[in-house]
């Protein structure tokens, strides 16, 4: 399925055959597609770039589909990352993670640091955090996958 050009999202680099790796929504996903472009909110003289997320219902494109600025799908990658090595030990606390100490890491970023930590906010954090560990782990290979991928562009790119 073509992803539409018409749109205010401009695409430049696309996967239009995302909906046959959209790890275990495959090959069924509504997600059809990826694509990197200039944003949608760009104003005269000031052009961003984006990452869109293209979501079809079977009858039309969805509203449901979203756009990112690419430091922010990077910094997503960074909290997926961070949440896994944490969930690599968390075994050691009896819930999952230290109440006592909730924040889990601190990572440097322009100048300040991106605060990752287990939400005590959310008043059935027990179990949603056992829930979201299982989770993890069912989806271990599918996600390592997608890491390694990532890695060795990383190694290619010089990081």
């Not at 969805?62 to 756009?67: A, D, H, P, T």
């Not at 997926?80 to 890491?105: I, K």
Request: aromatic share 6%; hydrophobic share 35%; charged share 30%.
């Amino acid at each position: 399925m073509k992803i539409p050009t018409t749109l205010k999202h401009k695409p430049v680099l696309v996967s239009e055959n995302y909906s046959q790796v959209d790890g275990r929504y495959a090959p069924d996903s509504e997600a059809k597609g990826l694509s990197l472009g200039l944003a949608q909110w760009n104003d005269r003289g000031k052009v961003d770039i984006s990452a869109k997320v293209w979501r079809h219902t079977g009858g039309k494109w969805s509203r449901q589909s979203e756009e990112l600025p690419l430091h922010r799908v990077l910094d997503l990658a960074i909290l997926v990352a961070s949440g896994m090595v944490h969930f690599r030990e968390a075994y050691r606390h009896e819930g999952l993670y230290d109440p006592e100490q909730p924040v889990l890491d601190r990572i440097g970023l322009q100048g300040d640091a991106m605060t990752v930590s287990v939400c005590t906010d959310n008043e059935r954090i027990g179990e949603d955090i056992r829930l979201f560990s299982q989770a993890l782990s069912d989806d271990g290979e599918l996600i390592g996958e997608r890491l390694r991928v990532l890695s060795g562009l990383l190694k290619e790119m010089g990081y």
